[in-house]
């Protein structure tokens, strides 16, 4: 890797754990604010329905799947119509349960403040699937927008940084250049390359693995990346 | 190596003790130690030496000369591989760049002098010591085995000679015969393994023993593209597998190896081959080290530093670090960013954000290839996860044929991407 010394200060900044991801709300404070649903709803070792359904494993669950709850014939028709309990939906279901679904049997007021709902989002997501386990499982943290300090920004062009972004890629896409199964990306004009990166990332070529390499990509990643591979022979 | 670099080490070492302090210690070049020669290994010994340009001395202890992949080893037992595909040497890390590889064991680390002491005697000093030992076995996980029963009942779980073992044992199985298998309980390397395994393994015994049957005993509910496997086995395999889950006992399992016999929830099956994959802990020298707490090792996200000491670095099935799973990918992106963090520390080159990612390929049947996949960020707490991707049952065969070439693509990426 071509190191480049910055100076003091900036060293400092970069070197700085960067908030690449934040770990949304907490979890404990979440456990606290659980008193507002614990009344109709179990969670954790055991929980069984009540008044309204158990939440264990309620991420990525379909709305109304669990059998032996008789959920209202809204939440049921939000169902069919592809209602998943992701991150979002359940902010929103939270905050206000006629969000989504109009005649919904949960009588509750909903919590306005967003991080009352962020702490009791973390504290129910101790009891779905734990990502180590089932890698496919919903994810523990939301990434930030890689709000990349200026003083990195500079560096950005820096083949170096494209060579350290390079080294997540090469794990599929050989340096060499050799395509056994996954297609070679060295040597393309660095036009083609960036149009390539920004149609996986924006969605109009589509593929799972290379839509979500894109996706955490920011511009100038994508630029570093473009020339770095422009250059390896 | 390709890419024409300017050489900026002289100054960059020099200045950068003078900037943050890093520890270049004494005199010479500062030293990074690597134990175990594996996916995280491998990949971080590489990355150092190829970075560094020579600016740090880089040592990989691993006692042997070939590493056979895990990953792609149920292949071999399906049929799609040889055991020789799955080999690697060490040859073009010493030759072309320039770490020493010693072939022995690590058997102790002192953290006072900074030396790891190897099984025939040297003593090799460090300024940044590496652990990537990759997984041992928890003793009386499974009642009724230990290690000195695996050749009767194999774990295979491991590369190389479990894994011909087992092959070689599903080979002579009388027809009509019965594999058993103990599955682990989390956490353990590969999630998906066990089931790609069932996979493989229905594979070749529908082809040479179709009558067979197949008897898994699982610890746990749920398990890593659940949905895509069942959907596999059904439509592939049906009636072949049977597998008992905890609530019909599948965690009350013991295993007698003398008689074949496996009994779950107090009822005895005899059986022909039994493939018992026990509860796993970080590698032995972990605890040597006094690096684990419970069965792994913890470590900061940022650069995969041990909580416990900050010159050892843990990677790959070894750490506890939040969200990854214990896979070969998973341990060769950790291993680049904790190469980035040991060069910024030890030379004062420029250390980037982390970022890591996985993606788990497994093959149920001929060009039926599905996979999964997660991207992660560093934060205080943990490796933690921010998006995931799973492929979807009833997907066309076309698309399944293509993963399992991307398979076969990523297969030689990494394994380049380690050894060269
Ligand atoms: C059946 C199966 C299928 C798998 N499939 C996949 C897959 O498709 N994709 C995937 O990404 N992962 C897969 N994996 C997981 C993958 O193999 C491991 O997660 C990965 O190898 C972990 O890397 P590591 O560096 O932690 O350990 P390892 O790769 O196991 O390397 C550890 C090395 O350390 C050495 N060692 C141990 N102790 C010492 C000591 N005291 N001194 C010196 N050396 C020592 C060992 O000899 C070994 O070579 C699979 C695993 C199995 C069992």
Known sequence: ?233 | MPLNRRAFIGTAAAAGAALAAPMVRAQGRPRVVVVGGGAGGATVARYLARDSEGAVEVTLVEPSRSYYTCFFSNLYIGGFREIDSLAHSYGTLASDYGINVIHDWAVGVDRDARTVTLAGGAVLPYDRLVLSPGIDFVDGAVPGWDVSAQNAMPHAYKGGSQTELLKAQIEAMPEGGTFAMVAPPNPFRCPPGPYERISMVAHLLSRINPTAKILVADPKENFSKQGLFEEGWERHYAGMITRIGPDFGGADVEVNPAEMTVTIDGVVENVDVCNVIPAMKAGRIADIAGVTEGNWAPVNAFDLSSRIDETIHVLGDSAAQGDMPKSGFAANSQAKVCSNAILGALTGSTVFPARFTNTCWSLISTDDGVKVGAAYEATEEKIASTDSFISQTGESDDLRAATYRESIGWYDGITTDMFG
């Open chain 1, 1 to 233: 890797m071509i190191r480049r010394l910055l100076p003091a200060a900036v060293l400092a900044a970069c070197l700085a754990p960067s908030a690449g991801a934040e770990v949304g709300g907490d979890p404990d404070r979440g456990q606290e604010l659980y008193v507002y649903c614990s009344g109709c709803h179990q969670v954790g070792r055991g929980a069984e329905n009540g008044i309204g359904p158990h939440l264990n494993n309620i991420f990525d669950r379909g709305a109304a799947a669990l059998d032996g709850f008789r959920y209202s014939d809204d939440l049921q028709r939000a169902a069919r119509n592809g209602l998943i309990w992701d991150y979002d939906n359940l902010d929103a279901y939270i905050e206000n349960p006629q969000i989504l679904v109009s005649g919904t049997r949960m009588s509750f007021d909903g919590f306005e403040d967003q991080q009352d709902r962020d702490d009791v989002i973390a504290y129910l997501r101790r009891y779905s699937a734990d990502p180590s386990n089932i890698p496919e499982a919903a994810p523990t943290a939301r990434a930030l927008d890689h709000g990349v300090a200026p003083e990195v920004l500079a560096i950005v062009g820096d083949p170096a940084y494209g060579e350290f972004l390079a080294s997540e890629c090469t794990s599929c896409h050989q340096a060499s250049g050799t395509d056994s199964g996954i297609p070679s990306i060295t040597n393309w004009p660095v036009d083609t390359f960036v149009i390539a990166m920004h149609a996986y990332k924006n969605g109009r070529r589509t593929h799972q693995v290379m839509n979500m390499m894109a996706g955490r990509l920011s511009d100038e990643e994508i630029a570093a990346l473009a020339a770095y591979f422009a250059t390896i022979e």
